[in-house]
């Protein structure tokens, strides 16, 4: 290894001779600007000699195991820094318990430079390279990363490429009308344009951040600024931005970042008279960054946020001779179960899971149930259509379903972006309050609170059975409840998001080993999960994965199977006791979690009880 290292140059070398030439197509055909190219590829060969020895170890360690995040010891977990430690050094502080919780991934959320009051959750970045005052410093980011690399903990971050803030340098420059730094974003004189644009492009934020330009009264100009007004949107025709934001995101990948996440890819390219997004310019860039990434730092990975309708999210996987993301988010699913959640009817998330699972084992998927934003309503409405349920009607009944107000629920939380025009919303809550806790803690009912845990439970143990890696959303391993103080801050009050963007409560967190608390039942009922999850090989990404027909609408069954070994999950997904009426007969089994035997014959599972099978 250590001659490896010496070798350095010649490693560069090889890397970007495997590359170059499709780089350099690519590159020349979205902007025929071979200096500009030339530059970039001066620039890659800096970074990688300023990437430090360790990392460089694991870069080369990496590409000789292509699969190492494919395995089934995987756990995610994300927060935002002040919310779990108050700053980075508060996290290093914590890492034992995120050991505790099994998690050997964190996603810390946006941590660079922002202005307090206009930041979008930090999603706009005012400053590549620096941490926000608050969090730390670069410097605490490089300890942080070593200190988790020494726990064998992956560190993701955020690289918010498609637009920066309006206080970042070049926004500055360009509100000042300097032309250089204009021509970086989407600058309009006149109104037609803008208008045009409106006709086709949809809106991210119809209510809190409507339409997608904003005017700039003393320039006298319009800005595009697809998500809010103070957010604005990078011209990636320029190839001075493409260049500036890859060096933004390798100097990032040098201070030990493991996953970048590439925040709203499909926006990326604008082109008038379309939707503004997936334009196929997007995987052209996105194509470029994974050759990029593997030429200087070939152990970082790529996440990208695709929060799309189905068929427009795995084209960002690429093709295997030309792969983009190495892992994208499993938002339909998501989306699925929280409906089947409110329905208790696990068919549309059959169906969804069976498209899931016939695709190719090297897409890599996180899975999830609440993550920092909203649940969309992005569900396949052919299908529903079918049973009779309309999109608008049964986006309705959704909603009012998780305020707590239809179908006998128990959820508790928020409408998000309710569009008076189109009746559209999504939602907000944390996984314990959608799912009964925060309610039965109010009424005191004991046997409520039982239900609404085991509910909590078998809702992440079904999430532990997907191919992929799992992520929990800090907070969700305590069962912490939807936090209503962000309408005492006027720079949140408007966003509800921040609802289930509460303070990790540590308080609680001392109760994980209480088993008689509802913070040490759902602690101790993950670390279970995750504890088999990591031992039974028959949960690797690669393992063949299916869903069982259980003749019962509210009981979801799954098998996986791996080397000869089998197990099977059965989810009840309703508030009664029920029978999943299967026949499994090829031997006998056992339930990992009772250690109970059973014969996987005509199963009997308690309101939203679930099993974990395996074959003997
Ligand atoms: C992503 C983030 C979201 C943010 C948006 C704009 O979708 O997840 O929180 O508002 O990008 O950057």
């Keep these: 290894m250590k001659k490896q290292v010496l070798d350095a140059e010649e490693i560069f070398q090889s890397r970007l001779e495997r590359h170059h030439d499709e780089l350099r197509w690519l590159y020349m055909e979205m902007y025929d600007n071979s200096s500009m190219f030339a530059e970039l590829c001066d620039n890659l060969k800096q970074f990688y000699l300023k ?27 994300m927060f935002y820094i002040d919310n779990f430690a108050g700053n980075m050094k508060g996290v290093e ?51 942080l990363t070593a200190a988790c690399h020494k726990k064998g903990i992956n560190v993701c971050m955020d690289f918010v490429m498609n637009h920066t803030s309006e206080d970042h340098e070049w926004a500055k420059k360009a509100r000042q009308g300097d032309g250089e730094y204009m021509s970086r974003y989407f600058f309009f004189d006149n109104e037609e344009e803008p208008a045009m644009y409106e006709k086709t492009v949809p809106q991210v934020f119809p209510t809190t951040a409507p ?54 890819v499909p926006y990326i390219w604008k082109e008038l008279n379309t939707s503004c997004r997936n334009l196929k310019q997007v995987h052209t860039i996105v194509r470029m960054m994974r050759m990029i990434g593997e030429i200087v730092c070939p152990g970082i990975l790529l996440l990208g946020e695709v929060v799309m309708e189905p068929e427009k999210v795995t084209p960002y996987f690429g093709t295997v001779e030309k792969p983009e993301c190495h892992m994208l988010y499993n938002v339909t699913t998501m989306a699925t179960t929280w409906h089947t959640v409110a329905t208790r009817d696990v068919k549309l998330l059959k169906k969804q899971l069976d498209i899931v699972n016939s695709l190719p084992k090297e897409y890599i998927f996180l899975n999830y149930l609440r993550c920092h934003d909203d649940i969309g309503w992005g569900l396949d409405y052919g299908t529903l259509m079918l049973e009779g349920m309309g999109e608008r009607s049964h986006k309705q009944y959704l909603n009012d379903y998780f305020l707590g107000f239809a179908g006998e629920s128990n959820s508790r939380g ?39 845990v085991r509910f909590d439970l078998m809702l992440h143990a079904y999430m532990f059975m997907q191919s992929g890696i799992p992520v929990l959303y800090s907070g969700d391993e305590i069962g912490q409840l939807n936090d209503y103080t962000y309408k005492d801050d006027p720079n949140k009050a408007a966003d509800s998001r921040y609802i289930h963007r509460g303070a990790m409560n540590w308080k609680l967190a001392e ?70 009426w299967i026949n499994e007969t090829d031997g006998g089994y056992v339930d990992l979690i009772s250690g109970e035997e059973l014969r996987p014959v005509d199963v009997k599972i308690p309101a939203y009880g679930f099993y974990y099978l395996k074959r003997k």
């Design 51 to 77: 990437r430090n020895k360790e990392l460089k170890i694991s870069d080369l360690k990496r590409e000789q195991d292509h699969g190492w995040y494919q395995q089934n010891d995987m756990l995610g977990m």
């Design 511 to 580: 109760k994980i080993k209480d088993a008689d608390t509802t913070e040490g039942k759902i602690f101790q009922g993950l670390s279970r999960l995750e504890e088999i999850r990591k031992s039974e090989k028959v949960f690797v990404s690669n393992a063949d994965a299916w869903t069982i027909e259980t003749w019962d609408q509210s009981i979801l069954g799954i098998g996986r199977y791996f080397e000869d070994e089998k197990i099977i999950g059965l989810f009840n997904f309703s508030e009664y006791d029920k029978t999943a």
């Design 93 to 143: 502080a914590k890492l034992d318990y995120l050991e505790k919780c099994k998690v050997n991934y964190v996603h810390l959320m946006p941590f660079l430079d922002t202005p307090p009051d206009r930041s979008d959750g930090g999603y706009a970045v005012s400053d590549f390279r620096k941490v926000q005052k608050k969090l730390g410093s670069m410097k605490d980011l490089d300890s």
């Design 211 to 264: 339409g997608n330009f904003t005017w700039l009264e003393e320039e006298g100009y319009y800005v595009m600024t697809t998500f809010y007004p103070y957010q604005w949107d990078l011209n990636y025709k320029n190839p001075r931005v493409f260049n500036e934001m890859m060096y933004n995101f390798l100097y990032l990948a040098n201070r030990g970042i493991d996953i970048i996440r590439i925040d709203a």
């Design 414 to 452: 928020e409408l998000y972006n309710a569009d008076p025009v189109t009746g559209d919303a999504r939602f907000c809550g944390t996984t314990a309050s959608m799912c009964g806790i925060e309610k039965a803690g109010e009424s005191k009912d004991k046997e409520a609170m039982e239900r609404a």
